[in-house]
Each structure stands twice: as structure tokens, then as C-alpha cells.
Nanobody
Framework: QVQLVESGGGSVQAGGSLRLSCAVSGYSVRTGCMGWFRQAPGMQREGVAAIYPRAPNTYHADSVKGRFTISRDNAKNTIYLQMNSLKPEDTAMYYC??????????????????WGQGTQVTVSS
């Protein structure tokens, strides 16, 4: 089975930082494609970042470039999303996802077949 469990969400003030974690079982984060998505109420789910086993290695949405960084720890089979300089518009439920095929795109939720339950991030002004 494939299981993804997110943690690290919370409430912070604008300009603050959070690090989200996604503990993965039944799937190798080293060889698979992993992504972070977010969804705010009334909004579409959007790709935030992704990490791949090959070049270009990572993807970050334009809205978070320079502020968010995706990474992985192969030994722990865990991926992370370091979020700095948080803005109120970053408020959303954040989901960890794993691709169900060898191919994936960072901003296409349809490429990901396995999903965590999400962790809430709330950024206040």
C-alpha cells in the first residue's frame, strides 16, 4: 500500500516560516515523482512544487519561487516543503502527492495517484 502523511501545518503571521513534512510508505520518494499541492476554499487545487528523480529535479510554481523549497530525505523516505516569507494568499490546505506513473508534471494533479489527507496552513496579516 501507498500511504502519505503530512504534518507541519499551522497558523503563522505574514513573513513567517513553516516546514511541511510528508512521510511516505509503500513508495520510494527517491525514484518516484512527489509533489505538493494546495487548495484554498472556492479555489482550484494548484501545484506548488514537485521533486523528480531526474533533471530538472524540481519544480516550483511562479507564485512561490524564491520562497518555497521542496526537498527529500531518501533515508527517511520523506519529502519536505520549506515555506518562507509566507503571505496571506498562501493560506490553504496543503496536500502531498505521489505520481502513479513514471511520468509526472509538477502542476497537474491528474498525474498523481496517491494523496495524503492534507495539512492546513493559515497565514494572517
Amino acid at each position: 500500500q501507498v500511504q502519505l502523511v503530512e504534518s507541519g501545518g499551522g497558523s503563522v503571521q505574514a513573513g513567517g516560516s513553516l516546514r511541511l513534512s510528508c512521510a511516505v510508505s509503500g513508495y520510494s520518494v527517491r525514484t518516484g515523482c512527489m509533489g505538493w499541492f494546495r487548495q484554498a476554499p472556492g479555489m482550484q487545487r494548484e501545484g506548488v512544487a514537485a521533486i523528480y528523480p531526474r533533471a530538472p529535479n524540481t519544480y516550483h510554481a511562479d507564485s512561490v519561487k524564491g520562497r518555497f523549497t521542496i526537498s527529500r530525505d531518501n533515508a527517511k523516505n520523506t519529502i519536505y516543503l520549506q515555506m518562507n516569507s509566507l503571505k496571506p494568499e498562501d493560506t490553504a490546505m496543503y496536500y502531498c502527492a505521489a505520481s502513479s506513473s513514471p511520468y509526472c508534471r509538477g502542476n497537474y494533479a491528474s498525474d498523481y495517484g496517491y494523496w495524503g489527507q492534507g495539512t492546513q496552513v493559515t497565514v494572517s496579516s
